[in-house]
């Protein structure tokens, strides 16, 4: 078990050993544990998180905000508009202040070619771990949920466990590729044969592919890529875990409207009925949420006994405990 966790950043996905993120879970499902027997675990008391929004979020804040209270401690919710940072404030400025005030600085920040950059330039200038609660190219807490869900629902051995990461159709707007890039680098170190399908204008960052490709190789498990117009059946075909949301077509285009057009063109990438059942009886249905319903996944199926997608939501606030208790609140 690797336990060094103190001071340290959590931006891309792989700033965690395989060991260390092992360690994530453990500490996870105990502090789980705790809270259903209502015991206190206030290992963070005194100590006070930043979280810092440039973008809208239902559960990354409610689950930061409420599991720093359950661990003692307290969470600031900061809108980037409500702040100086339009009239000048640097990033720098944020790492260096922000260092000051508080024990952690969480961030989302998820503007296309910005909010990675962003995160990294806080946390060189801060004296308190930066946590990513998501940019434009990381989601690495969702992903650190949806493994402890898969672990919950498939157990710890998940070798030979086929998990389709595919994309979906949704028109709303051109939604972040964090998900599924976290999902392509982290799922493979941990024994999934992980299948990527998508439109051929929606392949994700050439780098993160890269990434994806080594951990796959590293750790002896399986990462096929399917990028074809009507490539969604063929990649459900007995399948243990379905993962399916849209993203944008932002390596393809950096212009949102021929992005926009161009996700018009799919509209039949819908998770429905029928292509759940191409999966393995017991398959799940994941999905990080929001999800645009009917449009990118039917009632039918993500309110059906499959879907996992409420244990997933849950499960944000119990790894994001673990790991705020590990890097602000040990030694
Ligand atoms: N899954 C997720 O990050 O949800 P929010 O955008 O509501 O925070």
Same mark, same amino acid.
């Given at each position: 078990? $690797?336990? %060094?966790? +103190?001071? *340290? @950043?959590?931006?891309?996905?792989?700033? &965690?050993?395989?060991?260390?993120?092992? /360690?994530?879970?453990?500490?996870?499902?105990?502090?789980?544990?705790?809270?259903?027997?209502? $015991?206190? %675990?206030? +290992?963070? *008391? @005194?100590?006070?998180?930043?979280?810092? &929004?440039?973008?809208?979020?239902?559960? /990354?804040?409610?689950?930061?905000?409420?599991?720093?209270?359950?661990?003692?401690?307290?969470?600031?919710?900061?809108?980037?508009?409500?702040?100086?940072?339009?009239?000048?404030?640097?990033?720098?400025?944020?790492?260096?202040?922000?260092?000051?005030?508080?024990?952690?600085?969480?961030?989302?920040?998820?503007?296309?070619?910005?909010?990675?950059?962003?995160?990294?330039?806080?946390?060189?200038?801060?004296?308190?771990?930066?946590?990513?609660?998501?940019?434009?190219?990381?989601?690495?807490?969702?992903?650190?949920?949806?493994?402890?869900?898969?672990?919950?629902?498939?157990?710890?051995?998940?070798?030979?466990?086929?998990?389709?990461?595919?994309?979906?159709?949704?028109?709303?707007?051109?939604?972040?590729?964090?998900?599924?890039?976290?999902?392509?680098?982290?799922?493979?170190?941990?024994?999934?044969?992980?299948?990527?399908?998508?439109?051929?204008?929606?392949?994700?960052?050439?780098?993160?592919?890269?990434?994806?490709?080594?951990?796959?190789?590293?750790?002896?498990?399986?990462?096929?890529?399917?990028?074809?117009?009507?490539?969604?059946?063929?990649?459900?075909?007995?399948?243990?875990?379905?993962?399916?949301?849209?993203?944008?077509?932002?390596?393809?285009?950096?212009?949102?409207?021929?992005?926009?057009?161009?996700?018009?063109?799919?509209?039949?990438?819908?998770?429905?009925?029928?292509?759940?059942?191409?999966?393995?009886?017991?398959?799940?249905?994941?999905?990080?949420?929001?999800?645009?319903?009917?449009?990118?996944?039917?009632?039918?199926?993500?309110?059906?006994?499959?879907?996992?997608?409420?244990?997933?939501?849950?499960?944000?606030?119990?790894?994001?405990?673990?790991?705020?208790?590990?890097?602000?609140?040990?030694?």
């Amino acid at each position: 078990m $690797q336990t %060094h966790f +103190y001071g *340290r @950043d959590l931006i891309g996905d792989l700033d &965690f050993s395989k060991e260390e993120v092992e /360690t994530v879970l453990d500490v996870a499902f105990d502090l789980k544990r705790k809270r259903a027997l209502g $015991q206190p %675990h206030a +290992y963070l *008391r @005194d100590k006070v998180l930043a979280m810092l &929004f440039f973008f809208s979020s239902t559960r /990354t804040r409610g689950s930061f905000e409420a599991g720093m209270a359950q661990l003692g401690g307290h969470a600031a919710f900061i809108e980037s508009k409500t702040t100086q940072i339009a009239h000048g404030d640097t990033p720098k400025e944020i790492g260096e202040i922000f260092g000051r005030y508080f024990d952690g600085i969480a961030i989302r920040h998820v503007d296309w070619g910005v909010g990675n950059k962003y995160l990294n330039e806080v946390a060189k200038y801060s004296r308190v771990p930066v946590l990513n609660m998501q940019c434009d190219i990381y989601h690495p807490f969702q992903i650190l949920a949806d493994l402890m869900t898969i672990v919950e629902k498939k157990g710890r051995d998940l070798r030979r466990k086929k998990m389709v990461v595919s994309w979906a159709y949704a028109a709303s707007y051109q939604k972040p590729m964090s998900v599924p890039q976290s999902l392509v680098v982290q799922m493979p170190r941990f024994g999934l044969d992980v299948v990527l399908v998508h439109p051929p204008e929606f392949r994700l960052m050439p780098e993160i592919m890269d990434m994806a490709q080594e951990q796959a190789r590293k750790y002896g498990t399986g990462f096929e890529v399917i990028s074809d117009p009507d490539g969604m059946e063929k990649a459900f075909k007995d399948a243990d875990i379905i993962y399916a949301k849209s993203w944008g077509a932002m390596v393809h285009t950096p212009d949102a409207e021929e992005g926009a057009k161009i996700i018009k063109k799919y509209a039949h990438w819908i998770t429905d009925e029928r292509k759940m059942a191409l999966a393995k009886p017991d398959a799940i249905y994941m999905h990080p949420l929001p999800a645009d319903r009917n449009i990118e996944v039917t009632d039918g199926v993500i309110d059906s006994a499959q879907s996992v997608v409420y244990d997933e939501a849950e499960n944000r606030m119990h790894v994001q405990k673990a790991v705020m208790a590990l890097t602000m609140g040990g030694i």
